[in-house]
């Protein structure tokens, strides 16, 4: 597994005032890590991404990737072509059960003048009785080469066992004779 892999990549905000994205290492499979290894920065178990699971890091300082006490788990695409009437299709779940909650946002932001778009903001309460929560939402968009769209969970008070999956995510373009520009 390798960063950048088709526009793909797997990180932590940074807590400080430039929330700029650290990326993460993979690690592969040994003994109590799952079988197919997951994203960490390899010093710390969270924030991390096993399979589809996005969990990110709150609490004790210096309990997370780059000795911090709250790193939130980013997932980022960034666009190697233009569409004016892209599709992004987002399916994801919660299972809030535990923890204290986490927000989830999508954010397009773009490459160039532009100004950022925030797609989707959500905010999940732990409730022990909670069932799983799947959501589908598509958008329409007009996106262009190094455009980035982020998937950030954001921890609050303690991750604990906050953590959300991502079922799908596609992106369709238009027109593919006429909107790409690789």
């Known amino acids: 597994m390798v960063q950048r892999h088709k526009g793909w990549q797997f990180g932590y905000l940074a807590s400080n005032a430039t929330r700029r994205m650290t990326y993460l290492n993979w690690v592969p499979a040994e003994a109590g890590l799952p079988r197919d290894g997951r994203w960490s920065c390899g010093t710390h178990d969270y924030p991390s991404m096993h399979h589809s699971l996005m969990h990110p890091c709150a609490g004790t300082e210096g309990g997370c990737c780059g000795n911090t006490g709250f790193a939130p788990f980013l997932l980022r695409y960034e666009s190697f072509f233009h569409s004016t009437n892209a599709l992004l299709v987002l399916a994801y779940e919660v299972w809030p059960i535990c923890g204290d909650g986490m927000d989830f946002v999508v954010r397009l932001k773009p490459n160039g003048p532009r100004r950022a778009q925030t797609l989707l903001k959500r905010a999940y309460d732990a409730d ?14 007009h996106i262009r080469t190094g455009d980035v769209l982020d998937f950030t969970v954001e921890p609050r008070g303690n991750h604990d066992c906050d953590g959300l999956y991502i079922v799908d995510v596609q992106i369709w373009i238009d027109d593919f004779a006429q909107s790409v520009e690789w």
């Open 128 to 141: 022990p009785n909670a069932q799983p929560n799947r959501q589908k939402i598509e958008w329409r968009m």
